[in-house]
């Protein structure tokens, strides 16, 4: 059973919190607007954000691409430093990417400390 957290008002009996609400807002993203690139109709989304319908696999799986995250993302709160830093590496560039990756190799080399 999935149920949606909404703006630290977790559903009661929930046995997971999903943060599809947290995490649009969190990324500036309209509800008409993750609906479209989810592929969700928008009154659906506002459903599932609100805690009215559950999530299914296929509602996880679209809104974490529509928001350029992880499916594992969305059960983790975006002021999670963890999961920020995930969201924030996505989002960059593939060469940044890779420069980034060279200075965590580099911090992380026994020649480093």
Known sequence: ML??????????NAQYD????EWRRHLDV??????????ID???????ESGKRRLNLDHIFGIARALGLKPYQLFLRPDDEASA?????LQMPFEMK????RILDAL????AA
């Open 42 to 48: 928008q009154g659906t989304l506002s459903k599932l």
């Open 98 to 101: 890779r420069k980034a990756l």
């Open 30 to 39: 309209t509800v008409s607007k993750l609906a479209e690139d989810a592929g």
């Open 85 to 89: 830093t995930d969201a924030r590496f």
């Open 18 to 21: 999903v943060f599809v609400y």
């Open 3 to 12: 149920s949606l957290a909404m703006a630290d008002t977790a559903q009661q």
């Open 108 to 111: 992380a080399s026994p020649d």
